[in-house]
């Protein structure tokens, strides 16, 4: 099996910032429909998509569909923007980008700041800081202004690609679960399935695993499990101890992250899981930055039995993210494994 690179890049390129997911989200309810036997919307924005399998108890995936983006909070007199975050950058990161505002109409815009020529010594060798950095439309105040307004969504503009044996875009966090999640729908047939299946597309993941909560606590999920990227730092220079994963290496299987303990049974469930299927796997243990597996877990009557599938991804939360497209291929055939096998497994401590 190999992945469909036109969906994944379909699905990367859709944007969708924290509480700004309508096109996302529309884009997925297309994706979706006649592959589930119930569709809905929660107040929050998730989109809960229901398989029903063979009795009552709930499996609950979650795959979060916004970006890390921006929000215009000023225009000046010259027509610039400023802007607050909306998820979390490193603000080097941001030089020399291009941006999509969304007004009325897309406009596109670069990333400014002081040019190195008339920067002092001193400006020179500091850290940049995003306040240093303004959004460059080409246009005066008063065109600006016939589009955008203050509180419109920012997203970065950055096409996806196929590198060697990755591929590369912005936003395969978490686009490449999305796309996961979606595959998996495709895939399951209604017999394989023993318990219902709730796979949960979730909104504002980026500023606070704010969408996941809602949806758990509106479901109650028996078992749960999230997709998300996670860190590959396993580049030059990087110690054997700080990679956490590395492309090519497999699934990840999460242990922990810094809002959850994954629970031990699910853990060894996803490891005998990717060994009886002979899917490659890598164990995952992200000390820093949590995943929708916290509201998973927490944010149900009593818990559920949560953990993850993480993808391994280096240059996390930049514009060139990169995923191996075998580790995708893995990730996608344990969550199926997984969500077939998992009335098999003795569950007691």
Known sequence: MSINIESLRDICEVPGAPGFENRIRSFVLKEIDGLVDDISVDNMGNVVAIKKGLNSKKVM????MDEIGFVVTHITDEGFLKFHTLGGFDPKTLTAQRVIVHGKTDLLGVMGA???HVMTPEEQNKAPKLSDYFIDLGMKKKEVEKVISIGDSITRERGLIEMGDCVNCKSLDNRVAVFILIEALKQLKKKEIPY??????????EVGIRGAQVAALAINPDFGICIDTTIAFDTPGAPDDEKITSLGSGAGIKIMDSRTICDQRMVQFMKKTAEDNSIKWQPEILTGGGTDTMGLQQFTAGGSIAGAISVPTRHIHQVIETCNKEDIK???NLLVSCIKGISDYEWSY
């Open 61 to 64: 995936a979650a795959a979060h």
């Open 114 to 116: 002081k040019p190195i």
């Open 196 to 205: 219902d299946f709730y796979a949960v597309f979730t909104v504002q993941e």
């Open 330 to 332: 893995d990730s996608i």
